[in-house]
């Protein structure tokens, strides 16, 4: 792509930008608009004015005559001095203001993607990164639009004004600030092109920095004592970044003293011809004065414009990563009609289900042909690696399948809206969340209309058998569960940690919040749970769910035999169905596996 088309394609987010500032900070902006245009004309004012000055000091004016320009001149002096102070206060707060809308749209946007392609997309990833930077761009680019306007206002009246004292002198300006404004302009195209590409190394940095600082890593990391191995990895990373930055910092260094040398070279020059000039007699003390500053402020305007358009390119580019988040397509297909998801009442079948990862990874799913049918539990058993959470995924439509369909009583899943889909499943994931929240909290998160209902939260709790232990917490449900955001709860202090089985029965508590889901999905809902705890949650699970679809999955067959049906799952293919009775009798996989656990028991 040329460059003309490049900057041609980033300076259209002007447009968007410019219109989320005003409609987030219109005050902030008006008044800062006012500011701009006063203090665009102040330094020719103030030029003139000393000029004036000067002349009448050295003409020997009469003091009434001298004094209201020397007054207007402190008047000018003092605006010179404040407006950049209520600039500031206003550009600010026009900051926090855009930035706050901004980040909103951002993560909005970041929620409405159905699955989890995007999440596991390092390229997505990288963009969003960048994109989180651009918060504050909208406001930036507003305002620096707007002192560009200022610049521009200023630079037109003192070079008109040098122009008025030596035409040549204020060509020679103009065009030294040329260069300056290209240099700029490639320097801020290469920042941020930078920036893109140590977005995975910056990334990365950031992994090691939060898995040196975190409670749940500290303990492993201090037993296996790779504390140090980590440090330096993530110092390595940030010393490769460094270089980078380094190079580019030493361009800067050198375009930038450049120019600036050739500034003073220009100025230089112009004040030795003056001088000369003034010695003929061509120019008075006041011409001298003004030359002086006109030339200054003219430079200083100049490589203000080039400085604010090379920030506002770089700002634009920035801003325009993060309009390609926003505009995103949902990496899942969402239909534009969706079909109501309907109470399930006969069942879901998957039809030759081909699923991998990506287009380059292996397949995880085979032809997987199943029917899960309504009213009934079904567990889902297999090795390691064999595709069962896989399959929970696809249900929850997570993924799409590569090959092959799912249907809700006969609607291809693909068909209905994700979102009102997955209203109807409950489910405990194997790497469910624990949220650094109140314990409360970590409940109501299973549906969010029991956030303010304790009664709701304390029924689930119960179900799950965890309220006891919550009711002796400090704080009762109001307790954090977390050492790291302890003071948040109110109490005095004190959060608490669960132990992995607590956490897990927390987890079913927010899942039984919605108990009257169509289909209840259990991944290794067990795993953390004592024999007896889960013996009692099995049974639990099948009185509240009595005549409800379910999923079970669990590395502890004992647990499914009551399953009205078993699913043997192998590298991605079904390979047994049928009960527990007729699978033992049957002497396939499923037997193997079952006798083994079975006589591991018995031998205890
Ligand atoms: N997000 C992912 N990206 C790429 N590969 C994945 C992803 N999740 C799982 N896999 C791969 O898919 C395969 C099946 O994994 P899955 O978690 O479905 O197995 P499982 O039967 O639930 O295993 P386990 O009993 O250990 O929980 C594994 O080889 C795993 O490496």
């Not at 005559?65 to 007054?71: F, R, T």
């Not at 239909?335 to 998801?341: D, K």
């Not at 380059?360 to 009213?375: A, F, K, N, S």
Request: aromatic share 6%.
């Amino acid at each position: 792509m040329t460059t003309d088309r490049r900057s041609w394609r980033t300076l259209r987010g002007l447009g968007p930008a410019a219109a989320l500032a005003f409609r987030e900070a219109p005050a902030q902006l008006g008044l800062l608009s006012g500011i701009a245009l006063v203090g665009a004309v102040l330094p020719v004012a103030v030029t003139w004015l000393t000029k004036l000055v000067i002349d009448s000091v050295t003409a020997g004016t009469a003091i009434d005559v001298l004094l209201p320009k020397a007054i207007a001149l402190a008047v000018l002096g003092a605006l010179t001095a404040t407006l950049p102070q209520l600039s500031q206060y206003f550009s600010a707060e026009a900051q926090r203001r855009v930035s706050r809308a901004a980040k909103d749209r951002l993560y909005r946007a970041v929620n409405r993607f159905p699955g989890l392609g995007r999440f596991e997309d390092p390229q997505f990833l990288n963009q969003l990164q960048v994109a989180e930077a651009a918060n504050s761009a909208p406001a930036q680019l507003t305002i620096a639009a707007m002192q560009l306007v200022r610049n521009v206002i200023t630079a037109l009246g003192l070079f008109a004004s040098l122009y008025l004292i030596s035409p040549l002198i204020a060509g020679i300006v103009l065009v030294a600030a040329l260069p300056a404004l290209l240099a700029e302009l490639a320097l801020a195209r290469r920042r941020v092109n930078t920036t893109l590409r140590l977005s995975p190394d910056e990334r990365r940095e950031l992994f090691y920095q939060m898995l040196l600082s975190d409670a749940r890593a500290s303990k492993e990391i201090r037993l296996f004592g790779t504390g140090d191995f980590l440090r330096g990895r993530m110092m390595r990373t940030m010393s490769e970044i460094h270089v980078a930055r380094r190079a580019l910092d030493r361009r800067e260094l050198f375009v930038q003293s450049g120019l600036e040398l050739f500034a003073a070279v220009v100025a230089g020059t112009g004040l030795v011809w003056a001088i000369l000039a003034a010695g003929r007699g061509e120019l008075t003390a006041g011409d001298i004065a003004l030359f002086v500053a006109a030339v200054a402020g003219v430079q200083v305007a100049m490589a203000g414009i080039v400085s604010l358009l090379a920030q506002a390119n770089e700002q634009l580019m920035i801003f325009n990563h993060y309009t390609v988040v926003l505009g995103a397509p949902p990496e899942l297909p969402v239909a534009e009609h969706p079909v109501a998801t309907p109470e399930l009442r006969r069942g879901i079948v998957f039809k030759d289900v081909w699923f991998r990862y990506g287009d380059d990874l292996p397949w995880v799913l085979r032809g997987v042909t199943v029917t899960i049918p309504y009213g009934m539990a079904v567990g889902l058993v297999g090795k390691n690696g064999a595709g069962k959470s896989t399959v929970v995924k696809l249900l929850c439509r997570m993924y799409d399948p590569t090959k092959g369909r799912i249907t809700w009583d006969g609607i291809d899943l693909r068909d209905l809206d994700p979102a009102r889909l997955r209203d109807r499943v409950g489910a405990v994931f194997q790497d469910f969340m624990s949220y650094d929240l109140t314990a409360a909290e970590n409940i109501a998160l299973g549906d969010l209309t029991a956030l303010e209902d304790p009664d709701r939260i304390a029924a689930a709790a119960v179900q799950a058998d965890i309220h006891e232990v919550v009711e002796k917490l400090p704080n009762g449900y109001r307790t954090m569960l977390s050492r790291e955001f302890a003071e948040d709860d109110g109490s005095d202090g004190t959060g608490v940690v669960l132990s992995g089985g607590q956490w897990q029965r927390l987890a079913l508590a927010r899942a039984f919040l919605r108990a009257d889901t169509d289909l209840m999905i259990l991944d290794e809902p067990n795993a953390g749970l004592d024999p007896e705890a889960e013996a009692e949650l099995h049974a639990r699970i099948s009185t509240l769910r009595a005549g409800g679809t379910s999923v079970l999955i669990s590395h502890r067959l004992g647990t499914l035999r009551d399953a009205d049906l078993i699913v043997v799952l192998d590298d991605g293919a079904v390979t047994e169905t049928g009960t527990h009775t007729s699978l033992l009798a049957g002497g396939g996989t499923y037997a193997r596996l079952f006798t083994t656990q079975a006589k591991g028991y018995q031998s205890e």
